[in-house]
């Protein structure tokens, strides 16, 4: 009865993100989608609470791919058959458009896109709407902004705070970036587990081949792809070939081939200023979710509360719960005139740090990595650009604090903790349900390190 009862959760959810990516191709891009925002309704505070502090972490925005070399095997395979004459319209069509994406990107390699700041400015713009109390109270008026050292995140943070500073003329803000504070703006998951020896670090040779993203010597010269493909793309490439029979056997195994062009797709949406949409003039959903999935489960093991994996980014992640407490602590002291604190940073912190919180899946479980995109686990819902969480307190006029957890600006219940009312926490309850979730991520090593491991 159970395996019937997986079986059919697993079949229901790939039938929903074939349905969902049929709805917004986009969603395809994993991690790299854009930031999607749906109207939303706030549970009313229990009577006598207004918000009066908010605390921040939001990811960058859209971006620049980190390299340009995401297309190579697009770009040489299709200039090579263009040299023989092979392409029809709509494979020359399709060339120019990968070749304009690429181009985009020269010199622009992992920086903020226009979209990106938009997104930011946006999510300032409705942060006031939403919780204006928390801007217009006399008594408060100090905003930080801490940033991750990566230029992307600061000029998140700039585009966020100029719409903020645009909305409440009277907060004073100040920017922080320092290699100090990385610590728990974007701590490093490269944590073995207790017993583990850590992996030997990267040659130098290998090091100098990632920063360079050289995979052959001869980066002009086209050389076939071996191997069976994975997945039958004849319907895809069909149109964009005068002789299909003959583009394969040129081309060798075409998956390579076909997920460059991919790759290149996922990016037009960050880039939208070039009015190109690769995705929906070229694939059908069921090719994209091909490519998707794996790259949705490789997102959950890298950073989610896999069962794989999780155990190392809760435990990574914990210095940044404990900023969260801290600055709360601090703003909530007397005469302490703190408005907000923003943190601008990376999915590679505020996907654990919702993992630790055991809230990065939306039904609150933790799977089996390879069974992420069969289980309902998406990517492009969980972590897309500009994701953010946002913990807002609320008082009253007893001074008694309550504090709700908002996951890409949408309310969420914390388990293991009940609420006082809808998804409003005792925030003195909430800190020691996080502190006991960061004491709890830290036990196997504590445990190890007292075996001598």
């Known amino acids: 009865m159970l395996l019937a009862l997986a079986l059919c959760i697993s079949a229901n959810a790939q039938t929903e993100a074939l349905r969902l990516i049929a709805e917004n191709p986009d969603r395809a891009a994993n991690n790299m989608h ?102 217009k109270n006399k008594d408060r008026w100090e905003v930080n902004s801490f940033s991750s050292t990566n230029f992307r995140c600061i ?9 903020l500073n645009e909305e409440c003329p009277r907060q004073e803000f100040t920017f922080t970036s320092a290699e100090r504070f990385m610590r728990y703006i974007n701590p490093s998951l490269n944590i073995p587990r207790p017993g583990v020896p850590p992996p030997p670090p990267p040659s130098p040779e290998q090091l100098a081949r990632y920063r360079s993203g050289n995979t052959s010597s001869d980066n002009n010269r086209f050389t076939p792809a071996t191997g069976t493909p994975g997945y039958d793309f004849t319907r895809f490439l069909t149109p964009l070939f005068k002789d299909l029979d003959v583009a394969l056997s040129l081309l060798g195994n075409p998956e390579p081939f076909v997920r460059a062009i991919y790759s290149a797709g996922g990016l037009c949406q960050v880039i939208d200023f070039l009015g190109i949409d690769i995705y929906r003039k070229y694939f059908v959903p069921e090719e994209l979710v091909y490519f998707w999935a794996s790259g949705n489960d490789s997102i959950y093991r890298m950073w989610g509360g896999s069962q794989e994996n999780g155990d190392v980014i809760r435990y990574a992640i914990r210095p940044l719960m404990m900023d969260f407490i801290e600055k709360a602590d601090a703003a909530m002291q007397p005469g302490s005139h703190r408005t907000a604190d923003l943190r601008f940073g990376h999915d590679t912190s505020v996907l654990p740090l919702f993992a630790l919180m055991r809230i990065d899946d939306p039904q609150n479980r933790s799977l089996p990595y390879q069974k992420a995109h069969e289980m309902g686990w998406y990517a492009f819902f969980q972590v897309p650009m500009a994701t953010n969480c946002q913990m807002i307190f609320y008082q009253n006029n007893k001074g008694e604090v309550l504090t709700k957890v908002l996951y890409n600006e949408k309310e969420v219940l914390i388990p293991g903790i009940e609420p006082v009312s809808g998804p409003y926490y005792r925030w003195n309850e909430l800190k020691a349900h996080f502190i006991k979730l960061c004491d709890e991520a830290a036990e196997p090593w504590v445990r190890a390190a007292a075996h001598g491991r």
């Open 34 to 135: 854009s930031y999607e925002f749906d109207p939303i309704v706030d549970t009313k505070a229990p009577k006598g609470f207004k918000p009066f502090y908010i605390s921040h972490y939001g990811r960058h925005g859209s971006r620049y791919e980190q390299n340009s070399t995401f297309a190579r095997a697009a770009i040489a395979g299709f200039a090579y058959l263009d040299s023989l004459n092979m392409l029809t319209e709509a494979g020359k069509a399709l060339y120019a458009d990968v070749n304009a994406v690429v181009e985009a990107h020269k010199g622009m390699e992992g920086s903020l896109t226009p979209r990106g700041a938009r997104e930011h400015q946006m999510l300032a713009q409705r942060m006031v709407a939403r919780f204006p109390d928390v801007f």
């Open 155 to 163: 000029v998140s943070m700039c585009n966020f705070t100029n719409a």
